[in-house]
């Protein structure tokens, strides 16, 4: 299994799809979660007028500003891990093993000797190492932004607690393992990069967004929306703090997910897909 990690981990390290993939998510910290929203915020405040129907917006600005702080800074970054950060996370998976089937080289590893779930415990180790490097580069980029923006505005310095950061670099990796292994998972049943990323996708940014809107109205649907991982993926995230830009208007959940009860789901749901995995990938046929 060590010789499987080791493999796997080199692999990956050396695929430019897994730089490509972890560099677009530190440019979402960055570019969206900091320096498109301070532009933006320090726009409104510092040169819109006081007419008009908003005469508050440049005050509520200046407050938004506040939230990209230090000290607000684990609820800035975490909320880009439940969005662009999932689809980052799930494609990674879902490449980390469909690429075997294409290219046939699963076929050559297998005739080697290690068994199949050492095979698969070296590419699931693998995947959260970087699924972990990944959320701890993260908040680095998300720490380094709100340092700048601190420094921009002459604003005292002030950071979370040890202890609140070790919790937040958890949840993130929670966070982004989760939906690593769900893609790793499809590429395991569909045996087909294309196909399980396409219909991750759809699922991640369609068919979960549709229900959490529709679940605002129907209380059955509401409860069952609660128990999806995107869903708890965010109310996780955002158990943090909401941060800045927080979205104030459209259809919201009535109760957000406990922190606890949230963790405990996506716990649930990627030791589901990781035991699933293994499931399909020691029972079936490695062609594609």
Request: hydrophobic letters at 55%; glycine letters at 12%; proline letters at 5%.
């Amino acid at each position: 299994m060590l010789a499987s990690f080791a493999a796997e981990l080199l692999k990956l390290g050396k695929r430019p799809a897994t730089w490509i993939l972890w560099t677009i998510f530190g440019l979402s910290i960055v570019l969206l979660g900091y320096l498109l929203t301070y532009l933006l915020l320090t726009a409104l405040y510092g040169g819109a007028s006081s007419q008009g129907p908003r005469q508050d917006a440049p005050v509520a600005a200046k407050g938004a500003v506040a939230e990209l702080y230090p000290r607000n800074v684990l609820a800035t970054t975490l909320r880009s891990f439940g969005g662009i950060g999932a689809g980052v996370a799930f494609i990674f998976g879902a490449l980390s093993v469909s690429g075997e089937y294409g290219w046939d080289t699963l076929k050559i590893v297998l005739t080697q000797r290690p068994g199949r779930l050492s095979v698969l415990a070296g590419k699931v180790t693998a995947v959260g190492v970087v699924v972990l490097v990944g959320a701890a580069a993260g908040l680095v980029l998300g720490a380094l932004c709100s340092y700048s923006v601190s420094l921009a505005e002459g604003a005292p310095v002030s950071w979370p607690s040890a202890g609140r950061w070790l919790e937040a670099l958890g949840a993130g990796w929670l966070i982004l393992a989760t939906n690593a292994y769900m893609g790793l998972f499809l590429a395991v049943l569909l045996r087909s990069g294309a196909l399980s990323v396409g219909i991750g996708l759809v699922y991640l940014l369609v068919v979960e967004g549709l229900l959490t809107g529709l679940a605002a109205f129907n209380d059955r649907l509401e409860t069952f929306v609660g128990a999806l991982p995107g869903r708890n993926s965010t109310d996780l995230a955002a158990a943090f703090g909401q941060g800045a830009l927080a979205p104030q208007s459209g259809p919201l959940p009535a109760e957000p997910v406990e922190p606890q009860q949230a963790a405990l789901v996506l716990a649930a749901y990627l030791t589901g897909f990781v035991v699933l995995s293994a499931l399909f990938f020691t029972r079936r046929e490695v062609t594609s």
